[in-house]
């Protein structure tokens, strides 16, 4: 077997082996499952999120080629913080305004709550009279909400850091063998995220079919990446020498 197959089976095992950690599905796969997507819609928005990670993880891998592989790291690892910080933020806020907007309806209809279920919230405008303070609710939530796809970057933005070391043995075998790593670390990769996130999408669906839970259900995506962000943000700031697949 030649060093070049076995650097490209590498660049493949490891791409899908590092996209099994939560923060390259779960956050997608929970947006998807608070605006009702399909598979088939998941599927792209997930398509546009690998190729920017993928992106940003090739140009920190030439980076660690032609300048160095220490800046290299620190660059990945910044970048990594960063979309920690921002899963953070996102999280929290959707989960807010999520709930901001369930007080609204709650309160709108008296103290009782009817839940109003769509196909797809980006599709199906709300077509019921609205309070006051409803409409208030809605017009400082609605648009974030409604573009919440945009977490799609923050989970674009954190680079890998598998693909550094697989790029520096390669580079010893000249271009053709880093190009040929690159392109199947990059398929493997974005191939993965969107098998991986449309699993997702259709087993949290069928985890949270209950009524009790769907009319929760975006109170409880904007958790769910807010867990997500802790966990790509709290190890490093604990063990400062850990360090992420």
Not at 37 to 54: C, D, N, R, Y
Not at 119 to 139: F, Q, V
Not at 168 to 176: K, L, N, P, V, Y
């Amino acid at each position: 077997m030649s060093t070049t197959l076995v650097l490209i089976i590498s660049a493949a095992s490891l791409a899908i082996l590092h996209t099994l950690l939560p923060d390259h599905e779960l956050p997608l796969a929970m947006i998807g499952r608070a605006r009702n997507w399909s598979v088939k819609k998941m599927a792209g928005v997930t398509l546009i999120a690998g190729i920017i990670h993928i992106s940003i993880s090739m140009v920190i891998g030439i980076i660690a080629i032609a300048v160095s592989s220490i800046l290299a790291q620190r660059i990945a690892l910044t970048a990594h913080r960063i979309s920690g910080i921002f899963l953070i933020g996102f999280g929290l806020t959707y989960s807010i305004l999520a709930w901001r907007r369930k007080q609204g309806h709650t309160h709108s209809h008296g103290g009782h709550e009817h839940p109003h279920f769509h196909e797809d919230h980006d599709a199906h405008p709300h077509e019921h009279h609205l309070s006051n303070s409803e409409i208030r609710t809605e017009s400082e939530g609605e648009n974030f909400i409604s573009k919440g796809t945009w977490v799609v970057a923050v989970v674009g933005i954190a680079p890998c850091f598998t693909l550094i070391p697989v790029l520096i043995d390669a580079m010893w075998f000249g271009t053709t063998t880093v190009v040929l790593v690159m392109f199947v670390y990059a398929v493997s990769t974005i191939g993965s995220m969107v098998v991986l996130t449309s699993i997702a999408l259709k087993t949290i669906t069928f985890l949270t079919r209950l009524e009790k839970i769907e009319r929760h259900i975006e109170i409880l995506a904007g958790m769910v990446i807010l867990a997500v962000g802790l966990y790509v943000v709290l190890p490093e700031i604990l063990f400062p020498a850990h360090r992420h697949i």
